[in-house]
């Protein structure tokens, strides 16, 4: 039985941990287990991250962590590099995501160097592997330069703060909104701590420990940057990712937001998920001849997409990208009868069985990824694709080549599972162990951006939410296994799912049994609609 729901999952309000550390809860909506923490730089407190947090806390718990002498963090009695390693270890949790901003970055990489295991994944923003330049390390600040900034600080404190937001905000495409926004922050900075933060700002050197981070790592960097030139991206090995912003300067995360926002979902999506495409195909083809007869909410989907069709414009050629079965790519040959159907699948027993299905079509089958599409460019007219997309371990490959195989104004169309899908589920088997039982799916956002950056235009995007109920957990299992809907995730611990496991899983999920002594499982479908 499925039902329209409205799903409310609104981040709560922070809460202050102690006088350093600020939690942003995800509640219900929560994504994953452990959490982000953020760590400002030099001349500000966590003010300065102003709505990431709360709009980042959208999936995942988010902490902001004021360093000592900031906001109503304690001052320490030694500012050196090792001290305040020393001290952020005493104020993390056990594991989590750092991003870190200008020395708040170069904090956070000697912290992943020293303690690996209590890094996920880190990100940087706006960070140098040295902040002030040496006849070894050209692309940073001038030595003069820094200098004459130290001495205005001796000076005037105030005076200082006053240059370092110009400083930060120069050369940014929202130069004077961002000075202004800056200026109504609260630095809260001891003046005495100042000092010696500039020092530690001037000392730290990561050329040498950047070598030694093992976790994935992504360095964001403004084109505009005044104050860490852009060529320092240049200095980093490759296992490091690098994002420029062409339009941002040394704040990305403020003028840049959604931007960033995106990418930094990403990245912790990428950083603990990874599919196993090949497992994924086997689990689908050993689903093919059960699939229909359980894929309620798939059909629903594709019959909504279907309707949504633009029929007025000539259809020559079409692509349904992940077809399975083969079901609804017989429901395209037919609506568009004169155009010729591709059905495209990385699974090659599920093409075998659709094309036993369509023995008396003209549909040609397919078998390939969607990350590589064995078409020629500018072939198709239309693209059509159900359910299918989240299978890519990553949106922007595959979107990628849906544009290259699409003729100029020929459309995209799309559903897939959002976010907020099978929540119950993973909340439950979140409060049982660390496993990831349930793939993550990209928001709206991360679609509408990743379409935009691929080419593609008169994007529209809408989301509903249907939910799904079963007579038993047990039997909303069996349907997840019954589509091939089989996590197969490197991320995955390798022991199995016992008895006592999935006894755990039916008593925790009882929580959300209804009146009527049924189960739901909520499905975030989003449909898109975009054109090349």
């Not at 001290?87 to 993390?92: G, P, V």
């Not at 130069?175 to 003046?191: F, H, K, S, V, Y």
């Not at 050329?207 to 960097?221: N, Y």
Request: proline share 4%; hydrophobic share 35%; aromatic share 8%.
């Amino acid at each position: 039985m499925l039902t329209n729901q409205v799903l409310n999952s609104a981040p709560a309000s922070p809460e202050s941990v102690n006088h350093s550390l600020t939690l942003y809860p995800a509640g219900s909506a929560k994504l994953h287990r452990d959490p982000v923490v953020l760590i400002h730089g030099w001349g500000s407190n966590s003010e300065i991250w102003q709505t990431l947090p709360e709009k980042l806390s959208d999936y995942i718990d988010v902490y902001t962590l004021d360093l000592p002498g900031f906001s109503n963090s304690q001052p320490i009695d030694d500012y050196s590099e090792q001290s305040l390693i020393d001290w952020i270890h005493s104020q993390l949790p056990q594991a989590c995501y750092l991003v870190g901003l200008s020395l708040g970055g170069m904090l956070c990489r000697s912290f992943a160097a020293q303690y690996p295991e209590r890094v996920l994944g880190l990100v940087t923003l706006s960070t140098n592997l040295k902040f002030v330049a040496d006849s070894h390390y050209l692309s940073a600040m001038p030595s003069v330069d820094f200098k004459q900034f130290s001495a205005i600080w001796d000076q005037d404190p105030s005076a200082c703060l006053n240059r370092f937001y110009g400083l930060q905000a120069q050369g940014d495409h929202q130069q004077r909104q961002l000075i202004r926004q800056l200026r109504n922050m609260r630095a809260d900075i001891d003046t005495v701590v100042g000092k010696p933060m500039l020092k530690l700002l001037a000392d730290i050197d990561s050329t040498q420990l950047i070598d030694q981070i093992r976790c994935p790592s992504l360095a964001i960097f403004g084109a505009k940057d005044c104050l860490v030139p852009v060529n320092a991206s240049n200095q980093l090995p490759e296992s490091h990712e690098v994002l420029v912003l062409e339009s941002a300067a040394h704040l990305p995360h403020l003028s840049c937001e959604t931007q960033l926002l995106d990418r930094l979902r990403s990245f912790i999506d990428q950083s603990k998920y990874q599919l196993d495409k090949q497992q994924v195909a086997q689990s689908f083809g050993r689903a093919a001849e059960t699939y229909d007869s359980a894929a309620h909410i798939q059909k629903w989907s594709s019959d909504q997409l279907m309707k949504s069709l633009d029929d007025s414009s000539v259809i020559e050629s079409i692509v349904d990208l992940g077809c399975g079965t083969g079901t609804q790519t017989a429901v395209l040959n037919k609506k568009f009868a004169q155009a010729r159907v591709t059905g495209v699948d990385f699974s090659a027993p599920m093409l075998s069985y659709a094309n036993s299905k369509q023995a008396d079509s003209d549909i040609k089958w397919l078998c390939c990824d969607a990350e590589d599409i064995a078409l020629q460019d500018q072939s198709e007219d239309l693209v059509f694709s159900n359910f299918a997309l989240q299978w890519c371990n990553d949106l922007t490959p595959s979107l990628a080549e849906i544009y290259r195989v699409l003729k100029a104004e020929g459309q995209f169309y799309f559903a897939i599972p959002g976010p907020q899908t099978l929540c119950e589920l993973r909340q439950v088997w979140g409060e049982i162990d660390k496993d990831i039982h349930i793939n993550r799916f990209a928001s709206s956002n991360q679609w509408q951006t990743a379409l935009e950056s691929v080419g593609f235009s008169n994007i529209e995007i809408t989301q509903t939410t249907k939910i799904e109920y079963h007579p038993s957990v047990k039997d909303l299992l069996l349907n997840l296994k019954t589509v091939g809907a089989t996590n197969y995730n490197s991320g995955k611990s390798k022991h199995l799912t016992g008895k006592q496991h999935l006894k755990r899983l039916y008593q925790a999920y009882d929580k959300f049994k209804t009146s009527q002594d049924t189960f739901p499982a909520t499905w975030d479908i989003i449909f898109g609609r975009a054109v090349k």
